[in-house]
């Protein structure tokens, strides 16, 4: 199947701080892109979907200017954590789903952040 | 999209079938049936879907009742790799946002 890229796979930063995760679509072209967020021992929870060449929606509570997106390609979408905090730690996980309309939703391997 | 429940978690033997149960009573004719898993600190990983038919590929097989309601995705022959979260999604479209209920914990026994 198509693969997903995440960099980094875990970063551990200070508070304040802030982190920017990449996902790439390595061999196929995504036009909608979706990150998660996931808590320990917890579900993943959608935090925004990412569309090529326009803005990302948000789900209710998540906070767009805490965290940006950027899908300006049909191979990248970027996350950044600005002003990271301890309680932004967590685990996230980007998904892209290909224009050549595949049946299915590829994931990415997912990136720990961890705020100190 | 319909809402799915699963058990919280299940045990099986290595080497034998894990049937793994999921409801969806409320989903319409045209949402299709998703099942994915997520090994520990891993990306899910896609396992097979279907819309009505019952369904095999390399890793498993689904079965989807006729009333639709329900359906059972099918390990047939359980290793200790197959220990992870199941997760089954109801979704009209592969492009739409998947929502992940709690899962299906698998624990497969030596």
């Known amino acids: 199947g198509a693969v997903v890229s995440q960099h980094p796979s875990w970063v551990i930063c200070k508070s304040g701080t802030s982190v920017k995760i990449e996902c790439r679509s390595l061999?196929?072209?995504?036009?909608?892109m979706f990150w998660y967020r996931q808590f320990p021992k917890q579900s993943l929870m959608l935090m925004a979907t990412s569309n090529e060449g326009s803005k990302a929606t948000y789900e209710q509570g998540v906070e767009k200017d805490k965290f940006l997106i950027n899908h300006a390609s049909l191979t990248l979408s970027t996350l950044t954590v600005t002003s990271a905090h301890p309680e932004d730690s967590s685990f996230y996980i980007c998904?892209?789903?290909?224009?050549?309309?595949?049946?299915?939703?590829?994931f990415g391997p997912g990136t720990r952040l961890t705020v100190l | 999209d319909a809402k799915t429940t699963q058990p919280t978690s299940m045990d099986c033997a290595e080497g034998r079938a894990a049937n793994l149960p999921c409801n969806h009573s409320?989903?319409?004719?045209?949402?299709?049936v998703y099942w994915y898993r997520q090994i520990h600190s891993q990306g899910p990983q896609y396992i097979i879907h279907g819309l009505k038919n019952n369904e095999t590929n390399e890793m498993a097989s689904l079965i989807i009742t006729e009333d639709r309601k329900s359906s059972t995705l099918i390990l047939p022959h359980a290793t200790l790799r197959d220990t992870a979260v199941y997760y089954c999604i109801v979704v009209w479209n592969a492009g739409n946002m998947l929502t992940f209920g709690g899962g299906t914990r698998l624990m497969v026994k030596p």
């Open positions: 061999d196929f072209q995504a036009t909608t």
């Open positions: 998904s892209a789903w290909g224009v050549m309309g595949e049946n299915e939703q590829f």
């Open positions: 409320t989903i319409s004719g045209n949402e299709y």
